[in-house]
């Protein structure tokens, strides 16, 4: 399969190509301004693949939980692309992803992602699990002694937690029995093997009935808006 994917649901911002088997990625340190950069990322990793965009089977979304406003521009841009080539758009969910990339072969993995200020999404699964693909839809959120209390869910065995830049959770989880990784590992490439399986699945039609996973959601307070 030949297939476009895109990752920049918090603190990093990633394209990829799969085709022949072969891995094209490129990253960008603009997260922040992923409205100006995304377009030419996935541009510059087309180049670099060598694919005709016109070969391409699929587009896959890293759908999150993640920032409100990345979340929007990366499923406008994936949304925009399949519509434009006439294929299937497969949103592939970040917390197993993320907690996948880190290729465990025992224990458990805790995925943890900023939320609103002082609150984290996070869901634990057990490695066999991530190995094979079967994945629970679980997702909670809380403040940072939730996420450590959470950790006790590995009952004496192995539990890693996974995320990106999370100083805050840091040395709480150091005095915890958990370990505390960086997602380093974790990008648009991480989402080929769950688009691959998740691709028989889609619909090139569908494309209106894909929104990204927010999790919360916006209500609005004397004139501006707030998460909740």
């Not at 190509?17 to 072969?22: C, D, H, I, K, Q």
């Not at 399949?82 to 025992?106: D, E, F, K, N, Q």
């Not at 997702?139 to 805050?168: F, Q």
Request: net charge negative.
């Amino acid at each position: 399969m030949n297939i476009l994917a895109i990752e920049c649901t918090h603190e990093a911002l990633s394209a990829a190509v799969l085709s022949a088997e072969m891995v094209s990625e490129a990253a960008s340190a603009d997260w922040k301004k992923a409205a100006e950069s995304l377009v030419p990322l996935v541009e510059q990793v087309m180049a670099a693949s060598a694919l005709d965009r016109t070969a391409l089977d699929a587009v896959a979304i890293s759908s999150g939980p993640g920032s409100f406003t990345a979340l929007r521009i990366g499923m406008s841009v994936a949304k925009g692309i399949a519509y434009g080539l006439g294929i299937p758009l497969v949103p592939v969910p970040t917390m197993p992803a993320m907690a996948a990339s880190l290729r465990a072969t025992a224990g458990m993995v805790m995925a943890v992602i900023p939320a609103r200020k002082g609150e984290y999404y996070y869901a634990a699964y057990r490695s066999e699990d991530l190995s094979s693909g079967v994945w629970h839809d679980e997702v909670l959120r809380g403040s940072a002694a939730d996420v450590v209390a959470a950790t006790a869910v590995a009952h004496g065995g192995e539990m890693v937690v996974v995320g990106r830049k999370l100083t805050e959770l840091m040395p709480l989880i150091a005095g915890s029995h958990a370990e505390y990784r960086e997602a380093d590992d974790f990008s648009a490439r991480s989402l080929f093997s769950a688009a691959e399986r998740l691709f028989a699945d889609s619909d090139a039609g569908g494309l209106g009935g894909i929104v990204p996973d927010y999790r919360q959601a916006f209500t609005p307070n004397v004139g501006s808006k707030v998460r909740t």
